[in-house]
């Protein structure tokens, strides 16, 4: 078994980011921002940031000396046990990080891990963030050695020649192995799922984590799915049909998406991005209240450009209008002032959407019925293109959707 570093609650931590050379100040301070909000998610709270500039990473300890003793110097008596590190650090620099400090250290990519681990449900949800877990560790195994607990221990566990850490990583590669035999066929049997849901136009949400997803989902649908004020509250695809003006069509909520999402953790969760893959329409959801909902905006659309779904369909949904109106507007400000605000802010990325946008408050529930206006228009396109003979989906309302279009 893996010994994880799991994050108690209440756990006091620090943060430390680098100011790498292809990066800015205010870069590392939004990553810190983010990193602080993924440690609460986790139940810590942290206390303390610290940030050094450098060209490249100290290959020991990530950081230099001066502030690894600075950070001593700081958790020293004040019951801090926890340091995180906003990169991903090798197993060797854990080593040599904890033994300078004294505390428990982990980077990003393990927090993230812990994050899924605590909110996976499903067993494919659970074997994906196992299997991504062993993939972390497998190439820190060296750097971070300690003896893997196994059932059967002693003669017979290891092999001709083999030194303990030898073992464990063949340990740790015959799990990855048996981990992606039963993902695939968790794979067949939900493309056989998929594969059975007939001949109905599929719509897919998806966003940077903590968009308001599954808020969306919720009102969209009239279903109940799991929605929180933190991240990566929803890992499991949730798939609903969907009824508008006699119109059906099947919509899912995914898993959310965020900057520096390690590799291993993607590739793991291959399967549900898959219901973005074989979606036909894609609502990309955007905090429009979120200081940086622009990078996060480009972080989603690379990420899309990777999976190759980008020439699909999309309706961009500007989600938080009240929240937007509330850190943007002084209550001095002049209502016809605000007006043009919004205005220049709809024409802006209705320029940049080609029109397909809308914006939203889905908390307050405004503008809701624009938004299943322009997710119809573009469903029922799709069953005239692609099942001419479904007339029953769109043929009274044929007329109104053109001239809509």
């Known amino acids: 078994m893996i010994e994880k570093k799991q994050i108690a609650e209440n756990e006091r931590t620090v943060l430390v980011g680098v100011v790498q050379k292809d990066q800015t100040d205010q870069q590392v301070r939004e990553y810190l921002d983010e990193l602080a909000f993924l440690a609460e998610t986790a139940g810590a709270e942290a206390v303390k940031r610290f940030t050094q500039k450098l060209a490249h990473p100290d290959s020991k300890t990530f950081v230099g000396k001066g502030k690894l003793e600075e950070i001593k110097e700081y958790i020293s008596g004040r019951n801090i046990n926890l340091v995180i590190f906003d990169d991903e650090l090798t197993g060797s620099q854990i080593t040599n990080i904890e033994k300078a400090l004294g505390v428990k250290t982990i980077d990003r990519s393990d927090l993230i891990l812990d994050i899924f681990a605590r909110r996976a449900k499903t067993a494919q949800a659970k074997t994906q963030v196992e299997l991504a877990q062993y993939q972390y560790l497998l190439p820190r195994l060296k750097g971070m050695w300690k003896h893997l607990e196994r059932q059967g221990g002693g003669i017979g566990t290891r092999g001709p020649g083999e030194t303990e850490i030898e073992t464990d990583r063949r340990i740790v590669k015959e799990k990855i192995a048996l ?225 809509q279009e």
């Open 179 to 403: 981990l992606r035999k039963r993902l695939s066929e968790i794979d067949k049997q939900s493309f056989t799922q998929r594969k059975d849901r007939g001949e109905f136009i599929r719509v897919a949400l998806v966003g940077y984590t903590n968009v308001g997803k599954s808020t969306i989902m919720n009102l969209l649908s009239k279903s109940e799915v799991f929605a929180e004020n933190k991240l990566f509250a929803t890992l499991d695809t949730t798939t609903r049909k969907v009824v508008f003006d006699t119109t059906p069509f099947l919509l899912s909520d995914t898993v959310g998406f965020i900057r520096k999402l390690p590799h291993h953790l993607v590739e793991s969760f291959k399967s549900t991005l898959d219901e973005v893959r074989e979606a036909d329409i894609l609502l990309h959801v955007v905090d429009l209240s979120h200081p940086q909902y622009e990078d996060q905006f480009n972080v989603v659309n690379k990420t899309l450009q990777e999976l190759k779904v980008t020439e699909k369909p999309m309706i961009t949904i500007f989600n938080k209008l009240d929240q937007y109106e509330k850190n943007t507007f002084d209550d001095w400000l002049e209502p016809e002032v605000k007006t043009q605000i919004l205005e220049e802010l709809r024409e802006r990325w209705e320029n940049s959407t080609l029109g397909n946008c809308v914006f939203i408050s889905a908390v307050e529930r405004r503008n809701l019925e624009g938004l299943r206006a322009t997710i119809l228009s573009k469903v029922r396109k799709l069953y005239r293109e692609r099942y001419p003979y479904k007339t029953e989906f769109f043929g009274s309302f044929e007329q109104q959707d053109e001239g």
